[in-house]
């Protein structure tokens, strides 16, 4: 089961759920599985705070 970590104040889970490939269809975690709903395109123009991911200004997908 995941478990739920505090960092700097903000409450972020403490691994990925499985499989951690953005390609996936679907993912699970605590034995559920979560299956995709949308994809589009995004940018990012400006980010702030932190993350649990690398993420910059003119990220894209």
């Known amino acids: 089961m995941m478990k739920l970590a505090t960092i ?11 499989p951690a490939d953005p390609d996936a269809l679907s993912v ?13 395109q995004a940018q990012v123009i400006h ?10 200004g003119g990220d894209n997908k």
């Open 47 to 56: 980010a702030v705070g932190a993350f649990n991911w690398r993420v910059a």
């Open 8 to 18: 700097h104040g903000a409450t972020v889970l403490d691994g990925w759920p499985q």
């Open 28 to 40: 699970s975690l605590d034995q559920t599985t979560y299956r995709r709903q949308y994809d589009y």
